[in-house]
């Protein structure tokens, strides 16, 4: 008999995890817990999560609880006579009252190897660290902050050309792949937990838009770095010289071994728009003044001249 499973996620990372998991045997997804609708997009409508548009696909139910603190939500979860609770990027954490509900407790999907990157944006920092490498960890858990035991984990290579949204699309399909295979061991006992070591650990903090922001003094590298980890949001911006206080987004860089001024356009053409770092400089791609759409540098420069000499930020 299948194991009834609720599933609780709410962003992109979480939907192909509950795909898998309703198309495999070994489980029934008797419920789907996921944020509240936010508003998003210019006009500020509510919006449902990309977990609950999987989820009314999959023809699977719904709650959308505020908070999981509450004696009405517990009971509208106990309901569900879940045997086994499954989370991933869910964005709050499970009180014990909740972990305390399943039989055999609940499993997190985590997109790092912990206990590096514990928090709400492993995948960013893992770039923006410089990481090598970075996978899934399956674990069981706890009321802390992703401070479970752990079951397994699968690795990865961060190669050069990698930003946040590929790194995040190869994790996503990694996690489904790990929790099918590792369920049924998981259920029948057999499965041996690790426990972390917290002197290891790192805080992966929530990124916010002022991240964005550049700081030209920066090694070409750490900048570089800085748009692939943030690509595809909030992604990477300066000021423009010629119109004060409005940003200049960039949607492509590659660095360049010539050295020049912080923040110094030492030359624009066709080719891209150079900008003195802290060392080396970063060649700007494709530009996007703000308001407007993305362009090449050949594009952007028509209706936006850049001089050698001016200074961005």
């Not at 916010?208 to 770095?225: L, V």
Request: negative net charge.
């Amino acid at each position: 008999m299948p194991a009834r499973v609720l599933y609780m996620g709410t962003a992109e990372l979480a939907c192909p995890p509950l795909a898998a998991l309703h198309a495999s045997p070994i489980a029934e997804v008797v419920g789907v817990v996921t944020q509240p609708d936010r508003p998003s997009g210019r006009k500020l409508k509510p919006q449902p999560s990309p977990v609950k548009q999987c989820a009314l696909t999959l023809g699977l139910p719904v709650i959308q609880p505020e908070t999981l603190r509450t004696p009405e939500v517990l009971k509208q979860l106990a309901a569900f006579e879940a045997d086994l609770f499954i989370v991933t990027a869910y964005g709050q954490i499970l009180p014990q009252t909740v972990l305390d509900l399943p039989t055999h407790g609940a499993l997190n999907i985590h997109a790092s190897l912990l206990p590096r990157h514990r928090g709400a944006a492993p995948i960013q920092w893992a770039i923006l660290d410089g990481d090598a490498e970075t996978g899934i960890t399956l674990m069981r858990m706890d009321a802390g902050l992703d401070t479970g035991d752990m079951i397994t984990t699968v690795k990865t290579s961060i190669t050069k050309s990698d930003t946040a949204e590929t790194l995040h699309d190869r994790l996503a399909e990694m996690g489904a792949a790990l929790l099918i295979q590792s369920l049924p061991a998981f259920l029948g006992g057999t499965l041996v937990t690790v426990s972390q070591d917290d002197s290891q650990s790192t805080y992966a903090r929530k990124i916010t838009k002022q991240d964005g922001r550049i700081d030209w003094t920066q090694p070409a590298t750490n900048i570089h770095s800085q748009w692939r980890a943030l690509t595809p949001w909030p992604g990477i911006y300066t000021e423009l010289p010629t119109e004060k206080n409005r940003l200049l987004k960039i949607q492509a860089t590659d660095i360049s071994p010539a050295n020049g001024s912080a923040g110094e356009v030492l030359s624009a053409d066709e080719n891209g728009v150079l900008v003195g770092c802290g060392k080396q400089s970063l060649n700007l791609i494709k530009l996007q003044r703000e308001g407007g759409r993305p362009l090449n540098a050949a594009e952007f420069l028509n209706g936006c001249p850049l001089q050698v000499g001016q200074q961005l930020g």
